[in-house]
């Protein structure tokens, strides 16, 4: 994702940059995020926002 978060695009299609200090591994890419909010929602449904 180039370091922006890939809730806010998929939920508001803009680019956000992520926090490096709020991140999660998911199938051997680290995800960052804005805020923990965007953290936990991923978490609720990581398919819906991982790239391929």
Known sequence: MGGYCA???VELGT???????IAVDY??????FPA????????GNPT?????
């Open 7 to 9: 809730v806010c695009r």
């Open 48 to 52: 819906k926002y991982a790239v391929n």
């Open 36 to 43: 923990t909010k965007q953290l936990e929602m991923f978490k």
């Open 27 to 32: 199938e051997g890419k680290r995800y960052l």
């Open 15 to 21: 680019d956000v940059r992520g926090n490096p200090d």
